[in-house]
């Protein structure tokens, strides 16, 4: 049969199938409730559609009502990056304070937790871990989020992470393949480059990828980013460098795309005109993308869109017809497995003391230097008013958990007066912080003591008297670091 003379609505099933839009609200609107009726293929969850644990339960069951085999997604990694618990932080260590413990088993765990809690509120696919190796301190969007600096270290975490999330019946989506680790841009903004040889690209960013196939990682997420010797299109829309993903490392999962509401695609190819390409390049499952931040733009229309270039591209012949049902099926299978263990499962509940155990093994990580007075009832500021798209939680996570535990309070840059007597001061400072503002260097002369969540090294005239280090943001990290500042242990 001529692709033009192919049914309308099993194209139009088929082209559902392969989306996974965002949404505005806590409930499912109605024009996503009519999607998932006619095939839609999953919807993402951003911290906006997150309320309680009620509430969220009772979201997902709605779409799983509507459509069981719909894949229910979330940005879960743990530390900065999270959705359920965007408003006061994660209680699990994100990927650098678990590669700093470098303990496999303890990794396992905490994914194995925090897949518990994601099965108990109905979240199907969590798009970790995160598998790339992050060689570049200056890199503006992956950092703390990735296992560390070294392929084997994240190798070996990223199979505990994907055995974890899979002990829980969560499934798991490798990310950013082939790796963001090396880049100096934040595809949210803009095009990367991974700026790599093809030997150091076998050698370095493709050992986690290639270790998650093995380890039976369900998804695998593209990076927006150029690789030399590949072409100009960047990979997710890139069949030779999806190839590479299937043929040489031999994945034979969903692969999923990162969102394509982000720049470094949609200005350059439009949001439309990505998806096809990336069904053409071989993407199974097309995240749309966040209609709240930074998009601000109409969910339901934007997916129509999307529904129809995809039609388009089938019936102009573009786009092969049986690439789309390759795809479609392949989500469409993975949905109806996952579907029947949810039901096996049941509701789930997480695991009992959990949270607690979060902390311990952030505390595994935390670093100090120094010694001080009595910080109790300290002003706590933080030092960057910013954080990356990624980040559902920013550094006022970690500035209110230290502030908690020092029996203290928040206090913002410009609100603390150099050379006066407010008591004992402590600072937050994360990779977004300018140490060269003369505000930061005037209260760095007057500070206690400093929180430092990032990687990156420290200014090397940096004199206080307390500095603790640990490597991720996140609830659990801050009370890590909280503890240890009041010696109470955590301290390597």
Not at 245 to 259: H, I, N, Q, Y
Not at 378 to 391: C, D, F, P, Q, R
Request: aromatic share 4%; charged share 25%.
């Amino acid at each position: 049969m001529n692709q033009t003379d192919l049914p309308a609505e099993d194209l139009r099933r088929d082209a559902l199938g392969v989306l996974a839009p965002g949404f505005v609200g806590t409930t499912p609107p109605p024009w996503l409730e009519q999607l998932l009726d006619e095939g839609l293929g999953g919807v993402w969850l951003f911290g906006h559609n997150v309320e309680d644990e009620k509430q969220v339960r009772a979201l997902t069951g709605a779409v799983h009502a509507r459509r069981a085999e719909a894949l229910v997604c979330a940005d879960e990694e743990g530390g900065t990056v999270t959705r359920l618990h965007h408003a006061e932080g994660s209680p699990w260590p994100g990927a650098w304070a678990l590669g700093v413990v470098d303990d496999a088993e303890a990794t396992r765990t905490v994914y194995r937790w925090l897949g518990e809690q994601l099965a108990a509120a109905g979240i199907d696919l969590t798009a970790a871990p995160d598998a790339d190796v992050n060689t570049e301190p200056e890199n503006p969007v992956i950092g703390v989020r990735s296992f560390g600096p070294d392929p084997d270290l994240v190798a070996r975490h990223v199979v505990a992470a994907v055995e974890g999330l899979a002990d829980a019946g969560v499934l798991s989506c490798a990310k950013h393949f082939p790796g963001h680790g090396s880049t100096t841009l934040d595809s949210h903004l803009d095009l990367p480059v991974l700026d790599v040889d093809a030997q150091t690209l076998a050698d370095r960013e493709l050992v986690p990828f290639a270790a998650a196939a093995r380890a039976g990682a369900d998804a695998v997420m593209t990076g927006h980013l150029v690789v030399p010797g590949h072409g100009d299109l960047p990979a997710t829309l890139n069949p030779s460098v999806l190839r590479v993903l299937r043929e040489e490392l031999g994945f034979s999962g969903v692969v999923c795309t990162d969102a394509l509401d982000m720049k470094a695609v949609a200005d350059r190819y439009g949001r439309e005109r990505s998806a096809v390409l990336a069904l053409v390049a071989g993407a199974d499952l097309l995240c749309i993308g966040n209609p709240v931040f930074p998009g601000d733009y109409d969910a339901a229309a934007d997916t129509a869109r999307l529904v129809d270039a995809v039609v388009t591209a089938v019936r102009d012949g573009e786009l092969p017809v049986e690439r789309l049902r390759e795809a479609a099926g392949r989500v469409r299978d993975m949905g109806a497995r996952h579907a029947a263990r949810r039901a096996d499962r049941g509701d789930g509940m997480p695991h009992p003391g959990a949270d607690d155990a979060g902390l311990t093994v952030a505390a595994r990580a935390v670093s100090a230097t120094g010694e001080g007075a009595d910080l109790t009832g300290a002003e706590v500021v933080a030092l960057s008013t910013k954080g990356n798209i990624a980040s559902g939680a920013r550094q006022e996570v970690v500035s209110r958990a230290v502030a908690e535990v020092l029996e203290g309070e928040t206090g913002g840059v410009a609100d603390v007066t150099a050379g006066t007597d407010r008591g004992p001061l402590v600072l937050v400072s994360d990779d977004h912080s300018q140490w060269d503002d003369p505000a930061i260097r005037a209260l760095l002369r007057r500070a206690d003591a400093l929180v430092h969540t990032g990687i990156r090294e420290l200014p090397a005239d940096l004199a206080l008297p307390r500095v603790v280090r640990t490597f991720g943001g996140g609830h659990a990290s801050a009370l890590a670091g909280a503890h240890t500042l009041r010696g109470a242990g955590g301290e390597r």
